[in-house]
């Protein structure tokens, strides 16, 4: 099985891994294979690769520090922060790989989700964006 995935290295070997819970239809999986097939085999023909959803609220610790890893709009769920605090989260640090913020509104945008994020993991948060600035 594949997962979109989160993984913690020590001395290189992975020691912890997060495997992503909500995956986005269509593009990570395709909920609906057995009604649409004709569209799912097109989009997997199109080397469309799906995953299958994990299941587990992984909390990591480094260096004292007990973190979650929620995966690109799995930050837009509040429930998914709620429940990884209460696996005993104490910073959230969303990770994303994408080229969709190429605007100043966008980055603002995301500022704005960050505060909402503080508000409901009651503490610090941290997002890493892999992406290209086009417009800087």
């Known amino acids: 099985m594949d997962y979109n ?6 001395n290189g070997e992975i020691i912890e ?6 995956l986005v239809p269509f593009t990570e999986y395709f909920p609906y294979r ?5 569209v799912y ?8 690769h799906f995953w299958e959803k ?11 520090v007990k973190f979650s890893t929620p995966i690109c709009f ?3 769920f509040g429930y998914l922060v709620r429940q990884f605090v209460r696996e005993g989260a104490e910073v959230p640090v969303y990770t994303a790989k994408t080229t969709l913020y190429s605007r100043w509104g966008d980055w603002f945008a995301i500022v704005d989700l960050v505060l909402v994020l503080l508000i409901l993991s ?6 890493l ?6 417009s800087l």
């Open 122 to 127: 009651g503490g610090v948060v941290g997002r």
């Open 129 to 134: 964006i892999r992406t290209a600035l086009r």
């Open 41 to 48: 085999e097109w989009r997997r023909d199109a080397d469309t």
């Open 74 to 76: 799995e930050d837009t």
């Open 17 to 22: 891994r997060y495997r992503k819970i909500h």
């Open 54 to 64: 994990g299941k587990d609220y992984t909390v990591f610790e480094a260096g004292g």
């Open 34 to 38: 057995n009604v649409l097939t004709g």
């Open 5 to 10: 995935a989160t993984l913690l290295f020590e």
